[in-house]
Nanobody
Framework: QVQLVESGGGLVQAGDSLRLSCAAS????????MGWFRQAPGKEREFVGR????????LYADSLKGRITISRDNAKNTVYLQMNSLKPEDTAVYYC????????????WGQGTQVTVSS
């Protein structure tokens, strides 16, 4: 089992930057890829981006390319989501997720961290 804990959310102003962290513990060696998702009020959860645990290969949602960067620190078992030029529409609960395979379902989820962007 893998435990994921997000942190770094908060209230920011439009145009600000924010870095979210996701600390993994437990059977982290089983993880192949880590992802970030978000869910705004009244909307479905959407994919933000992902990074492979070993190679660091990244994939971002088209709508967010250029404003976000996902990185990882293997020594700390932590994945980061750097968000720049934040907009009010970025307001959402941001979730970290882990997957043990290159494809398939996301097996592990964090509890989420709230990001609120004021205009």
């Amino acid at each position: 089992q893998v435990q994921l804990v997000e942190s770094g959310g908060g209230l920011v102003q439009a145009g600000d930057s924010l870095r979210l962290s996701c600390a993994a513990s437990g059977r982290t060696l089983s993880l192949y890829v880590m992802g970030w998702f978000r869910q705004a009020p009244g909307k479905e959860r959407e994919f933000v981006g992902r990074i492979t645990w070993s190679g660091g290969d990244t994939l971002y949602a088209d709508s967010l390319k250029g404003r976000i960067t996902i990185s990882r620190d293997n020594a700390k078992n932590t994945v980061y989501l750097q968000m720049n030029s934040l907009k009010p529409e970025d307001t959402a609960v941001y979730y970290c997720a882990g997957r043990t395979g290159s494809v398939g379902i996301w097996n592990n989820w964090g509890q989420g961290t709230q990001v609120t962007v004021s205009s």
